[in-house]
T-cell receptor
């Protein structure tokens, strides 16, 4: 079955610690995205990548970093510079821009600060 | 640039109808509708492209008014399973790069009661 997987489902971060959220897709999609969702709010774009070894900042990139070494994988690191990281993180992917295409989401990772 | 969704919340009885609106101040290429259950990934419902088309499947349909840059999602004869938060994601007519970049509204919480 094709899809997007995210791990872990829940992640706890201590003060001053960097943590990495995993996102893998086997849909052969070119573009991948990371969003942050806070309670009762919409999705805000953190980073996106159109092709391997290339990525762009979204609206709220500060305190986050990404890499795209493989087409299937787009991990997100929440650094200690992100002072309020508690949120639900969603990874998405989409094919190369086609008229009827959209973004498909993974199940999400909930990050909590200890 | 975030699209404006209305209403913020709506409560229905099973079998009743609802309309959710999504408005943008910018010219749009497409509008994407998703439904999200609490703590889960958003599920894609449908995409509307510029040109003022209307789409639907089952008892959920949507329209896109290009002149007003507004999309409406119609839920008829609502079922309990329709409960969740509905998001619109808008894609600008002029967007940098080729990756589908969506900006999401803050969501409309729909509750269907028996």
């Amino acid at each position: 079955d094709g899809g997007i997987t995210q791990s872990p489902k829940y992640l706890f971060r201590k003060e001053g610690q960097n943590v990495t959220l995993s996102c893998e897709q086997n849909l052969n999609h070119d573009a991948m995205y990371w969003y942050r969702q806070d309670p009762g709010q919409g999705l805000r774009l953190i980073y996106y990548s159109q092709i391997v070894n290339d990525f762009q900042k979204g609206d709220i990139a500060e305190g986050y970093s990404v890499s795209r070494e493989k087409k299937e994988s787009f991990p997100l690191t929440v650094t200690s510079a992100q002072k309020n990281p508690t949120a639900f993180y969603l990874c998405a992917s989409s094919p190369w821009a086609g008229k009827q295409e959209t973004q498909y989401f993974g199940p999400g990772t909930r990050l909590l600060v200890l | 640039q975030q699209p404006v969704q209305s209403p913020q919340a709506v409560i229905l009885r099973e079998g009743e109808d609802a309309v959710i609106n999504c408005s943008s101040s910018k010219a749009l290429y497409s509008v994407h509708w998703y439904r999200q259950k609490h703590g889960e990934a958003p599920i894609f419902l449908m995409i509307l492209l510029k040109g003022g088309e209307q789409k639907g499947h089952d008892k959920i349909s949507a329209s896109f008014n290009e002149k007003k840059q507004q999309s409406s999602l119609y839920l008829t004869a609502s079922q309990l399973s329709y409960s969740g938060t509905y998001f619109c994601g808008t894609e600008l007519l002029i967007s940098s790069g080729s990756a589908r970049q969506l900006t999401f509204g803050s969501g409309t919480q729909l509750t269907v009661l028996p």
